[in-house]
């Protein structure tokens, strides 16, 4: 409610100006934006040759030398592996992978769980200011694969209601010890997803219940039978 609030006021300030404000679909400040009447906008899949032109922005922006050679590789291994292609179509994986090939100079995963596995792990580990020990890291992927198996269980297998996704990661967390259920509520704990990490997405509402899934379908089947 205060971001919405500071957004109104800026807004009603310079009611001259045109606004754009960006959010994840799974930020409840987008439903609301969306009823004071802005119009929404969402991101479509991203095509090769805007997959290309991330790339090679991408190593201008950040390679301080053989930016180019380095982004022309990425963008051959893009063409060349489908799988990896098909991940690229979304901005936040093409973000990942981009991370990943920049800081292994190029040597991505051969192997596509691993190259799931990395990913994954390097989404979870950034919006934390502490570097996350491997403990916790199975922690996150136990709970996160209890979550994917409850979904692919679902009739639709791509969706979770909340309240069924909250139960879930609930008996998740006492599972692993009654200590983490106290530490961490189920309801922070899928918003920390969401959020934060970007690995949920939220449908937004069927009826009077919100529906969350994974960003990726690839994401979700590899968590499954992590």
């Given at each position: ?84 292609g098909q991940m690229a179509s979304n901005p936040l994986l093409l973000c990942q992978i981009a991370v990943l090939h ?76 009654p200590e983490m259920e106290r530490e961490q509520s189920a309801d922070d704990l899928l918003q920390q997803m969401s959020q934060q990490w970007g690995l949920l997405v939220s449908e937004g509402k069927r009826g ?19």
């Open positions: 409610r205060n971001v919405l609030r500071q957004i109104d006021e800026l807004m009603n300030s310079f009611a001259e100006n045109r606004f754009v404000i960006t959010t994840r679909q799974a930020d409840p400040v987008m439903k609301e934006l969306g009823h004071q009447g802005l119009r929404l906008r969402t991101i479509q899949p991203l095509n090769q040759a805007q997959q290309a032109d991330f790339v090679l922005r991408y190593y201008e922006a950040w390679s301080t030398r053989g930016g180019d050679q380095q982004a022309r590789d990425l963008i051959e291994q893009l063409a060349r592996n489908q799988a990896l920049f800081k292994s100079k190029g040597a991505l995963p051969r192997r596509q769980d691993e190259l799931y596995f990395k990913c994954i792990r390097h989404l979870i580990q950034r919006r934390h200011p502490d570097q996350l020990s491997d403990e916790q890291f199975e922690r996150y992927f136990g709970l996160l694969g209890d979550l994917a198996l409850a979904i692919l269980l679902e009739k639709e297998r791509e969706w979770l209601p909340r309240a069924r996704a909250e139960a879930v990661l609930s008996q998740a967390l006492k599972a692993q010890s009077l219940e919100e529906n969350f899934g994974f960003v990726h379908r690839s994401f979700q089947d590899f968590l499954a039978a992590y």
